[in-house]
């Protein structure tokens, strides 16, 4: 990334909030307009998210709703955080859905996702890594899922935005696609949200 770029980063709002709140990461202020505006938390007690790093998520998460037992999940170890249940593992690979099923008791309320691949540069092969993250996650999500249990999971919008949802649409009672405030306005990033899920 240039130094250009960098610059600007700084400069941008909720990076400077998230410093100055000591967060991990300026998504944060994602997952909280998402909760702001969809209430997928309310009722849950067990949450698992999926390509946790750095951690912002989950620490919001445990912090709003004490009551909310979180796992997550991520090929990059992240620093601890009390009260969170972590598993290194690579959500590519499905050695991820036996360690899960190791660890998780029962089937989880919320299933979270804000998976990105590492960029090549190359356009066609971001998007198809993009893509398989999030069959990926759809797929976990079904497996752990609790009836009635709510889906986020990021996408990048694209020809097959509305392939996924439509496959959600067959699955879940209610589903929406949401740009939170805080995400950069140049920025293709959507957020893929399933509601109830029909197990």
Known sequence: ???????????????????????????????????????????????????????????????????VSVVGVDIVKISPIEGITFIQGDIRDDSIIDA?????????????????????????????RQIFLVERVIHIAYQFLEERGHLVCKLFDGEHTTKFR?????????????KPEASRKKSPELYLIGKFYKK
């Not at 400069?11 to 994602?30: F, H, I, L, N, T």
């Not at 439509?166 to 949401?178: A, G, I, P, S, T």
Request: aromatic share 12%.
């Open 1 to 67: 990334m240039g130094k250009d770029w960098i610059k600007k980063h700084k400069q941008e709002k909720y990076y400077r909030q998230s410093q100055k709140e000591g967060m991990r990461s300026r998504a944060v202020y994602k997952i909280r307009q998402i909760q702001g505006k969809f209430k997928v938390f309310n009722d849950a007690k067990l949450v698992l998210d999926l390509c946790c790093a750095p951690g912002s998520w989950i620490e919001e998460i445990k912090r709003e709703f004490d009551q």
């Open 100 to 128: 899960l099923s190791k660890n998780l008791l029962r089937d989880v309320d919320v299933v979270i996702s804000d998976c990105a691949p590492k960029f090549t540069g190359s356009k066609e092969t971001d998007h198809a």
């Open 166 to 178: 439509n496959q959600l649409k067959k699955d879940f009672e209610e589903v929406f696609l949401f």
